[in-house]
């Protein structure tokens, strides 16, 4: 059975500076994995994909990277603001007939103006 | 270009009361997934639907079951509900079932059991 984990629970940082949250799962078979944030209350926001043959992905300031065969991705967030601030989930497909997402219970981020 | 969408926002009901929440697909999207949040939690799968028919179920009982419609809304019924159904549904939109196209969330359904 796949589980994601995510470190640090929470996160709080002063704005400008640059961060890294971590996601890991235990069956490195996955097809892909998705970034999320969800601001409070709110639903998701899909941020970056990631297909299992890619090493990374680039948004913006975001940059997601993926290494399946220790089971581990990074999101990296270069000079944040204080409008960064939300929860940020991870998920993967496991593919192999499985079509839903496994999610980590997420990263608090608090950017502290 | 509507995203995903979600009715109603918030409901309140009672033990042992049914509940039905509605989502509407982003344009161009055929295949709808519903999600349980708990508070503090990721969101756990309950199933998904493409073609009219449920392709694939979480570990979620009997009491949860679901429907998608020709235009490719969908509903999720929940029975008989229990103080432990109180969480945010989440409905998710994706072109086709498969693995490869990202998923687009609504904003929830906030559903609280008394």
């Known amino acids: 059975k796949q589980e994601v984990t995510q470190i640090p629970a929470a996160l709080s940082v002063p704005e400008g500076e640059n961060l890294v949250l971590n996601c890991s799962f235990t069956?490195?078979?996955?097809?892909?994995l998705q970034w999320f944030r969800q601001d409070p209350g709110k639903g998701l926001t899909s941020l970056l994909l990631?297909?299992?043959?890619?090493r990374e992905q680039t948004s913006g300031r975001l940059n997601a990277s993926l290494d399946k065969s220790s089971g581990r991705s990074t999101l990296y967030i270069a000079a944040s603001q204080p409008g960064d601030s939300a929860t940020y989930l991870c998920?993967?497909?496991?593919?192999?007939?499985?079509?839903?997402?496994?999610f980590g219970k997420g990263t608090k981020l608090s950017v502290i103006p | 270009d509507a995203g995903v969408t979600q009715s109603p926002t918030h409901l309140i009901k009672t033990r042992g009361q049914q509940v039905t929440l509605r989502c509407s697909p982003k344009?161009?999207?055929?295949?709808v997934s519903w999600y349980q949040q708990a508070l503090g939690q990721g969101p756990q799968f309950i199933f998904q639907?493409?073609?009219?028919?449920?392709?694939q179920r979480g570990n979620f009982p009997d009491r949860f079951s679901g429907h998608q419609f020709p235009n490719y809304s969908s509903e999720l019924n929940v029975n008989a509900l229990l103080l432990g159904d109180s969480a945010l549904y989440l409905c998710?939109?994706?072109?086709?079932?498969?693995?490869?196209?990202?998923?687009?969330f609504g904003n929830g359904t906030r559903l609280t059991v008394t």
């Open positions: 069956d490195s078979a996955i097809y892909n």
């Open positions: 990631i297909q299992s043959s890619q």
């Open positions: 998920a993967v497909h496991s593919g192999a007939g499985s079509y839903q997402l496994t």
């Open positions: 639907y493409y073609e009219e028919e449920e392709r």
């Open positions: 998710a939109s994706s072109l086709g079932p498969g693995y490869g196209s990202p998923l687009h």
């Open positions: 344009s161009g999207h055929d295949t």
